[in-house]
Structures are given as C-alpha cells and as structure tokens.
C-alpha cells in the first residue's frame, strides 16, 4: 500500500502574493489533479514547479481528506511565475519565466513567439485567432507523453473557418488548451502561416513571409503582451507536462475528438534518440 501512496504523491512549490514560497506533498491520480489539491488547500497560491515525490510521505498526517502535508524544505529560492496551466518547471530547474513575446532570427520563416501567464493563454492564442483575416484547418496533437503511450496522434477538422475554429476552442479549454499534452495548430492557408499553442503554452506565429508581421505586433500590444529580453519558456530547462483535473484521459479525449468529427490523420512514433555501441 505504501508503494502506491507514494508513485500519487508529489512535491509541489507554491507561491502567494507577498510571501515566500513554501513546498507541499501533496496526492492525486495525475499530476494536475494533486497540483489543484495543493492550490486549494492553500487558498490564493499558485504552483511555480514541481516534482515527483519519491522520499516517504507522513501518513498519519494526510489520511482521510487530507491529501496534502506542508513539508519544511526551503524554497523560497524557486523563481516565481505565474506558469500557464499544463506546464511546470521541475524543482531543481531555476526557470524564471517572464510575460511577453519575442521574435526568432529564421532566415525562412517569421516566428513571433509569445509567453502568457496563467490566465491569458486563452486571451492571447483566441484574441490572435479572431484578429486573423482568415483561417482554415485546426490540427490537435495529442502528443506521445500523454499517459507515455509513445505516440503522436494527429487530428484535424474539414476545411472550416476561424468562427468555428474559435467556437470549438473556446468549448474545449480544459481538455485542449490547458492540456500540456496537447499541441494545437490553426492554418491559415492565405498567408502559408500556422498559429500554434505549443505543448509549452507558448503562442507562435510562423508564417513564410512578413505581409502579418506588423498586425501581430500590434494585435499582442492589445493583448498586454510586450517585447521581452531574454525570452525563457518552461522548455528552457527540466519540467513537466500535465492536464487537469476534470479533463478526459487519452481514450475519452481520443473518442470525442472522433465524435466532434474530426479525423485522425496520422500516428507519429518518435524515433529512438541514438546511442553509443
């Protein structure tokens, strides 16, 4: 029994306005489900990062309803930042986030690269959507660390319109949006251009040419979103990606996504990184 306690249990770092962070165990069935019963618990925090718990957990404290035991390690140390949902830095890492967006150096390609906060990745990546002057095709990776299946499955809509686009997303934040398991990409086949919520929860621009670059701009000032240097995202150093609580698992998603009438178009199965001998 003790050995399961303790695969359900994570150390998660919280912050709240005016002090120090301060480290939790705390239980679930994923990661997102023991990072909302760490929130919760502490009422007005936020996780910055966290880990896997893989030290003992004192049971006589969190029997019961209690699912969540402060623990006396010192983080005040952990850089804080409002992280989107489905992403968060590893303890160790030292990732210090910050809101804004960048612009990649492509000899091929514009990159505009954003950063939200907790909150604003569905303003930022819809507010762009609706801004566009068109848009085509929605393609949802649901990618291969997702319960560790080792495959990328690639779904994609009919050829429709930003409207409907917009529509669907805005029906499916919890299961796509706020899923770190999750890539979203919406075409844009006038401008040979894809805006993409990164498995990150970053927004990125790519586009073959410039004819947008000046739109962009000027639509992520309306969103709050200034210029930042340097630009650090949580894929700067060790993290981890999650979903939440109330969201469907891989099987469920998988079947509504069917049902919503979008196709699978594709399985990627990611090719084994080389080794030495």
Known sequence: MAKGVTRSWFRIALARPGESPILVAAEGEHLGAAIAAAEQHLKGSFAIACERATDHIPLGESVGKQHVVALPDDVSATPVFRWPRGVLPRLDAGTQGKQGYTIHPDPKLLVIETQPEAGQVVDVFLG?????????????????????????????????????????????????????????????????????????????????????RGDIKKWLAELEMPPVDPFVTAAAGPH????????????????????????RVDKVVPRAPDTDG
Request: no cysteine; hydrophobic share 40%.
């Open 128 to 212: 762009l959507l609706e801004r566009l002057p068109s848009a085509d095709n929605l393609e949802v990776r649901v990618l291969d660390h997702f319960e560790n299946t080792g495959q990328t499955d690639v779904w994609l809509t009919s050829r429709v319109d930003g409207r409907r686009i917009l529509a669907f997303l805005d029906d499916h934040d919890v299961d796509l949006i706020e899923n770190g398991h999750v890539e979203l990409s919406v075409y844009v086949r006038a401008h040979k251009a894809t805006l993409r919520l990164t498995e990150h929860k970053t927004v990125v621009w790519l586009s073959d040419d410039d004819a947008l």
């Open 240 to 263: 981890f990606h999650y979903r939440a609580p109330k969201s469907r698992d891989r099987v469920k998603l998988a079947e509504h996504l069917y049902r919503q009438r979008l196709r």
